[in-house]
């Protein structure tokens, strides 16, 4: 049965992405793949707060529970996915990467990805 370290490991291998962070809503990582360059655990002191954002969002416009989100930048995008009310897994990738496929692996998996933890 493979791991979460085996599942971020995977994922972080994949062409243009950039960092696979799994954390607790208190900021920490719990796991982490990440290129040269970027501090995963300050990316994971910061995604606590976008989704506490989002989630406000959601009540706000009656939309429900919040449970992934994608932010566009000029050098990339991020994916932000609810695994368990208290781990969050975040993807960054170049912005080249179709997140579509990505996108649609992280919904149908996510019950056995959370199991993993």
């Known amino acids: ?6 599942v971020v490991q995977a994922l972080g291998r994949r062409e243009g992405v950039d960092a696979v962070i799994v954390l607790g809503r208190d900021g920490l990582t719990i796991d982490a793949h990440v290129r040269d360059g970027l501090d995963a655990d300050g990316l994971s002191a910061l995604i606590p707060s976008v989704a506490a954002a989002c989630t406000r969002l959601g009540s706000a416009a009656a939309r429900g529970d919040f449970t992934t989100g994608v932010a566009e930048f000029g ?3 991020t994916i932000i996915s609810v695994l368990t009310p208290e781990v969050i897994m975040a993807i960054f990738v170049q912005p080249n990467v179709n997140v579509g496929a990505m996108l649609y692996e992280i919904k149908r998996h996510r019950t056995a990805i959370a199991g993993l933890l």
């Open 75 to 77: 050098k990339g995008l």
């Open 1 to 6: 049965m493979p791991s979460i370290r085996d």
